[in-house]
């Protein structure tokens, strides 16, 4: 067990820190089976840009890896492109 204020405070925060990132890249991930789902070419368009976003702002924080939201960028899109 932690002995120091600040290293419960480090464990709280740390534990609110891991369910957030969880959370949003679980959404994320839904988000994305969601357009390689979608049934229209419209429909695919109009989410792409907002899963983008997701998977830049997944990067930005080191949720997941910057190369791995570049790799998923590059194909759902030319996945809405071939659609």
């Known amino acids: 067990m932690a ?7 480090r464990i709280r925060s740390n534990a609110a820190k891991r369910l957030r990132n969880r959370y949003q890249a ?26 983008t976003s997701m998977l830049d702002r997944l ?10 939201a570049a790799n998923n960028k590059s194909k759902l899109t030319k996945l809405v492109n071939s659609l």
């Open 59 to 68: 990067a930005k924080k080191n949720v997941i890896h910057k190369n791995k």
């Open 3 to 9: 002995n120091h204020k600040s290293a419960l405070k």
């Open 26 to 51: 679980k959404t994320t991930r839904t988000f994305i089976k969601r357009l390689r789902t979608a049934a229209t070419k419209e429909e695919a368009v109009a989410l792409l840009p907002k899963v």
